[in-house]
């Protein structure tokens, strides 16, 4: 039970993260690339906004960078709730860790993305402040499909780091 309340405490927190970061225009800058194709055309055409897109990584370097931090974040909360968690050995601690952040995942997808996300007036341009163009789901839904494979690897680096430590 204490597994799951740590998972749910941590997706609630996860959202609190998503959600200081937007509000403005310069915060929702920050996650341009989860928005439609169109909105991300209007803001690099807009003659204020343009000037200050972030410059675009490639995918490997977001999966990369995405490794990195949710394996330091998922490890340091393994390592502190080690013996809460039960994670007593590499299995216990990989199949919690593939569960919690595959977990994660549908959360952001389902509860994040679909529902809040495309209905909040926090992630909208202050000169495209139409609901209709933040509606299209399609790159929350690339997001999540990119995700399973990077949060298994989390997973099983996270399990590594925790059990050895």
């Given amino acids: 039970m204490i597994k799951i309340i740590v998972a749910i405490a941590f997706y609630f927190l996860y959202w609190g993260v998503c959600f200081l970061g937007t509000g403005t225009d310069k915060k929702n800058l920050m996650g ?20 200050a897109v972030p410059k675009r990584k490639s995918t490997a370097a977001v999966w990369l960078s995405n490794l990195l931090l949710f394996t330091v974040v998922f490890s340091a909360l393994g390592l ?11 299995l216990s601690a990989f199949w919690y860790f593939l569960a919690f952040s ?12 679909l529902l809040w996300w495309r209905n909040t007036k926090r992630t909208r341009f202050s000169f495209l402040p139409e609901k209709k163009y ?22 099983a680096l996270s399990a590594l780091i925790v059990t050895a430590f």
């Fill in 134 to 155: 933040y509606q299209n789901p399609k790159k929350h839904i690339e997001s999540f499909w990119r995700g399973i494979p990077l949060f298994a690897a989390v997973a």
């Fill in 102 to 113: 595959e977990g994660l995942g549908l959360f952001d997808l389902l509860v994040i993305d």
């Fill in 80 to 90: 502190a709730l080690r013996g809460v968690l039960n994670l007593d050995g590499y």
């Fill in 32 to 51: 341009l690339r989860s928005y439609p194709e169109e909105v991300q055309n209007r803001v690099r055409s807009d003659h204020q906004l343009g000037k």
